[in-house]
């Protein structure tokens, strides 16, 4: 077990560069199963959840190498349609496996996957989707056990909310189907761009990104490539709110400002300056932030649910009282009562939690409830007087390289420790 210990109320100050995207990341590392050929990926994370998703690759036969930020991967050889239980359960969005090794093999075999922090993780759309091109599915004992007598053929798909995971699914199933699929109500993320980028490097013929509509011709096989995955906007949005709470002056480069249009908005409401480049942001907080019109967050272009608890923990600094509805998870709100400990105040009723910004936080020992919901309580920590311990980092682990020497190299007192 490690922990975090935080000595907070210094300024943040200097210069960043924004890791690799983890939504971006996994989706793509999944597709590598679909190229005969070695794929090079750059600006891989050392993420906990990436580790997991090459082990589902070498778990199926693909021949993988991972370092300093490279993964080399080379599907030629998959030899396996089966994804073990245990490998399923580390990591929710392992269900993005099903659509490529689905391709791929014309079949698979996985469990449901695991856990359930933020609450109720359906893959109905994903199932349904599937179905649709030609999958006959059974689920047997929490297994999923799909085949596609007829082979899989591309379809239209109407998704009832732009589910990204669903989204994923069904462009890398589609990628290999005879014939086209179309997407409607698609999920816009900059992460959908990416994977559809990512497919056309290989070979595939995807039209429409982050549209809201993609285009799928099927192709017969798909060839390795070189490809670097976009910077993180979540890692951007978090340590934007971290100097937002503590005050201070980051610059983060890489990080591409038109991908946090909702975020940067909240921002500049709560008084903070921030510059755009084409790929850096110049980010500014010289006096308290101020609190702002409500947050609702909502499927991209709207404010993203991975930043709600960050900016959260910014708000809990801010002068007035600012209101944040979650809409896409039914629990995630979590990090709430660690923020408290730590002096916040605010109240939750369902989805709604009102925050009323206090003059000072306090250090506190608490414990990360959740990935986003650890990182916002190291940015509240940050901005806290005295010191806090954050437990349980594993879970930050899960999004952020090394988060400790991120803040310590902008001057936070900051220190990891094995418990
Ligand atoms: C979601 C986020 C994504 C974020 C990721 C990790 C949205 C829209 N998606 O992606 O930005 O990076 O979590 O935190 O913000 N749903 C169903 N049936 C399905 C699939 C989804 O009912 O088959 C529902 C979910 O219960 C949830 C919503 O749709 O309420 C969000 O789904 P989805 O975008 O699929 O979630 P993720 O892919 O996990």
């Known amino acids: 077990m490690q922990r975090l210990i935080i000595k907070g109320g210094k300024r943040l100050g ?30 891989i994370p050392a993420l906990s959840d990436v580790y997991a998703a090459i082990r589902i690759m070498n778990s199926l036969g693909v021949k993988t190498r991972f370092s300093n930020g490279v993964v080399t991967a080379d599907a030629s050889d998959i030899s396996q349609v089966s994804v073990e239980e245990e490998l399923m359960r580390r990591m929710r969005s392992s269900i993005v496996f099903l659509g490529a090794v689905l391709a791929r093999t014309g079949e698979c075999r996985l469990s449901f996957p695991g856990g359930c922090e933020l609450g109720p993780r359906p893959i ?29 053929r591309g379809a239209v798909i109407n998704l009832p909310f732009p589910s990204v995971g669903a989204t994923e699914n069904i462009m890398l199933c589609a990628a290999l189907a005879e014939g086209e699929t179309v997407i409607n109500n698609a999920a816009r993320e900059p992460e959908i761009d990416d994977l559809g980028r990512f497919l056309n490097k290989m070979g595939a013929r995807v039209i429409g990104g982050s549209s809201g509509t993609v ?19 979540i890692c951007a949005a978090t340590f934007m709110s971290a100097a937002a709470a503590a ?75 600012s209101v944040v509805t979650e809409t896409i998870f039914s629990s995630r709100f979590r990090h709430v009562d660690e923020l408290a400990r730590m002096g916040a105040d605010i109240k939750t009723e369902g989805r709604t939690a009102v925050i009323t910004g206090a003059d000072k936080l306090y250090g506190a020992s608490v414990v990360a409830p959740d990935l986003r919901g650890g990182a916002a309580l190291v940015c509240a920590a940050l901005a806290a007087d005295g010191e806090s311990c954050v437990s349980n980092v594993e879970l930050i682990d899960r999004g952020y390289e090394r988060i400790e020497k991120t803040f310590a190299a902008l001057g936070a007192d900051i220190k990891r420790e094995n418990r």
């Open 247 to 321: 005050g201070g002056e980051i610059v983060l480069n890489g990080a591409r400002a038109a991908d946090l249009g909702a975020v940067n908005e909240v921002f500049r409401q709560a008084g903070c300056i921030v510059g755009e480049d084409r790929d850096r942001i110049f980010f500014s907080a010289r006096t308290p932030p101020r609190a702002v019109r409500n947050i609702t967050t909502l499927p991209y272009p709207g404010f993203p649910t991975d930043a709600q608890a960050p900016v959260m923990a910014m708000l809990c600094k801010a002068k007035g009282t």
């Open 215 to 233: 285009r799928i011709k099927g192709v017969k096989k798909l060839h390795g490539c070189e490809y670097s995955v976009m910077p993180d906007r």
């Open 14 to 43: 200097g210069e960043l560069t924004v890791q690799g995207a983890k939504n971006s990341a996994l989706p793509i590392l999944a597709a590598c199963v679909l190229a005969s050929g070695e794929v090079r990926l750059s600006n």
């Open 124 to 152: 109905d759309m994903h199932l349904r989707a599937l179905r649709q091109m030609g999958v006959v599915i059974n689920e047997k004992h929490g297994e999923l056990i799909c085949e596609s007598p007829h082979g899989i």
